[in-house]
Structure formats: C-alpha cells, structure tokens
C-alpha cells in the first residue's frame, strides 16, 4: 500500500546531493547564480555566537525584514515578511488567503510549482494561455478567482509582462494577486511599487537567484500591512532560522555586489542569446538569468538535453505542453556558456541555422 501522496514533485530538474558539487558537471538546469554571494555573508555567519544557535532566533526577523523595507522602498517592516526560501511563501499565501475548494488563477506555462501547491491545498488551479507572444492573453482580465499567481519576469519564459498589464490585472482581478519576482533583479523594471498602489498585489523575492543564495532558503513577500498580518498568523513561529536572518541581512547591507553579479549575468545573456539565435535557436528576450531556446531542428530538444547530459552539462527539459521543443538553459558564467555551446555544435552539427 501506497502511504503517501503520489508524486507530484517533477524531480527532471534536481540532480542527486553527491552530483551537485562535482566540479566536472555544469549545471544550468536551476536558475542558480554562477558567482559567489558577498564575502560579507560569511563573515556574518562566522560572527554568529553560541547563543545565536542555542537560542530560538527571533521570530519576525526583524532586522532583515526592517533592511528589506529601507531597500525596497517600504515605509517600515510591517510591509514585509520573511520566509524559508520564496516557495515556503507560495504555500503560505494559499494557506492564508484561499481556501480548499477556491479557484486560484494562473498563466501558462509558468513556475510549475503552483500547480503542485495548489494541488496539495485542494484548490483547483485555472491556467489562462499566454498568446503566442508568451504575454498575457485577454481573458486574464476577465478571470476570476480567490487568487491569481504572475511570474514576472516569466519562468521558464524569461518574457516580463508590461507593467501596464500588470496594472491591468491588478484592478480586474477580484482577488489576491501575487507577483513572483524571482528573477525581477536581473530585468530593466519591477513591481515593488504595487503593493503601495494596490490593495490586492503581494510581491514576492528570493535570494536564492541574483543574491547567490539558493542554498540557504530566503524569502520576502512585500505586502498592505493589513495582508502582513494575516501572514504573520499563519507561518511557523519559527520559520527563518538565526543563520538565514544573519545571511539576509548582511547581503542587502553589500547590496552593489549583487548589483555586479547581476550586470555580468545580464551581460552574458546577452551573448549567449545572440550565439544560440546564430545556431538556429528562436529565443525570446528573457529578462531572467535563463533563456528559453526553441529548437525546430534535429535531434529533437529532448535529444539535445539528453545528449548535453552526457557531456556533464545539465539543462531543463519539460516534458509538458507548449514547451517539448525547448530548452530551458540558465546564464552561467561565460566559460560555462562556452562549454554548453561546443557541446551543442558537436550535438546539432548541422542541423543548425
Ligand atoms: C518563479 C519562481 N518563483 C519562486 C522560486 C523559489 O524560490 P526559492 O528558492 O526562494 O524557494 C523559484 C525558484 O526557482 C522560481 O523560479
């Protein structure tokens, strides 16, 4: 007998614990940042005391919550709270603001994570396709629902919907709508502003994408304090631990060496895209630190993502609708990015452009 829930976790992107850190392996496959986070991070966690790990860490992360708010822009940190990576805070906006049986709103494709969420709380999730310029289709401003999730810029797109359509949805939408700026560091504009000017927009980010810290799992959302509070009931009392809060914080306090690492990211996307156009890929403009390469040619994209495997370099396939002729391939440093290119031209040869 089967005791747990099926699986519904698509594990194609993860690779196992003892692949992660061979160095022989490049790994384009998760939307990681390829350079190292602030050096001033790990001091803060040096300078972590006994009594910062004996004792419960402080419940509200009141420090890191109160930098993100100078940062982002807020009036104090009752606009903001603080999670266990941003995903930890996709499960508790449902929690908090839907209940089982309501229908939530999303694009499609999206951050397939939603879906997963949405499953597990029992609310049926609604998808609205993009047009065929992977932007937002008209029906989005007619949907209705308890919540709407927009990543923006998209995953695994990498396309950002315009503000003004933002904005649209925004004042259409009768309920919650959530703007998953995962990847906004890495775009020319962003949202932070919405929450302020409408009272239904939540804005989340994660530091596990332009501050380098994806193995420490921290999140914000930026929300009404009105919506803080309701969020601040639902969560684990614990749910930032003492070493997280330390690492936040000390990366906002050297915010300018996020701000290069997302200049040089940006930068080589740039070049990657161009290379991969010139290899017969179509590949829409990503504001993200991946790109989303159509292929049309032989192999078939899973082909090519498979034989990249055996040549230690990973990528993201999905085996899902709209997207079985892509490639999903994260901006690594530019020596990675030279890799992933001889190893597509020895794959494709000729069947390029
Ligand atoms: C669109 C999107 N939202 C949220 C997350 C989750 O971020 P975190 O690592 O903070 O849980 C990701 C991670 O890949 C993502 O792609």
Not at 127 to 153: H, S
């Amino acid at each position: 007998m089967n005791y747990g829930r099926e699986l519904l976790k698509d594990v194609e992107g993860y690779v196992p614990g003892e692949q992660l850190n061979r160095p022989d392996i490049i790994k384009l496959n998760t939307n990681e940042n390829p350079y190292p986070p602030s050096p001033k991070v790990l001091e803060a966690i040096r300078a972590l005391t006994d009594d910062a790990l004996r004792k419960y860490p402080d419940p509200v992360s009141l420090a890191f919550r109160s930098a993100c708010a100078e940062r982002y822009g807020c009036e104090s940190a009752d606009w903001i709270i603080a999670g266990n990576g941003m995903d930890e805070l996709l499960s508790l906006v449902l929690r908090t603001f839907v209940d089982p049986g309501d229908t939530v709103v999303a694009t499609y494709p999206t951050y397939s994570l939603y879906e997963i969420l949405c499953a597990l709380h029992g609310s049926p999730l609604e998808y609205i396709d993009l047009d065929d310029d992977l932007q937002l289709a008209e029906d989005m401003y007619v949907a209705r629902g308890r919540l709407c999730f927009l990543t923006r810029p998209n995953a695994p797109t990498g396309v950002a919907a315009p503000r003004a359509d933002v904005e649209r949805l925004c004042e259409s939408f009768p309920g919650i709508v959530v703007i998953d700026e995962a990847y906004a560091d890495f775009a020319d504009d962003n949202c932070l502003d919405f929450p302020a000017r409408f009272p239904n927009a939540i804005v989340m980010r994660t530091f596990s994408k332009s501050f380098s810290l994806a193995g420490m799992r921290i999140g914000v959302a930026i929300a009404r304090p009105a919506l803080i509070r309701e969020f601040l009931k639902t969560k684990d009392s614990y749910n930032m631990d003492a070493v997280s809060q330390a690492a936040g914080l000390a990366s906002m306090q050297d915010y300018d060496w996020q701000q290069e690492n997302v200049a040089k990211v940006r930068a080589t996307r740039t070049r990657l895209r161009a290379a991969l156009i010139e290899r017969g890929f179509d590949v829409p403009v990503s504001q993200s630190n991946f790109l989303l390469a159509h292929w049309a040619g032989e192999p078939a994209a899973k082909g090519i993502f498979e034989a990249l495997r055996e040549r230690g370099i990973l990528v993201r396939y999905f085996n899902a609708r709209r997207l079985t002729n892509a490639l999903r391939i994260t901006v690594g440093t530019d020596a990675e990015c030279d890799a992933l290119l001889t190893g597509l031209d020895a794959i494709i040869g000729d069947a390029g452009a």
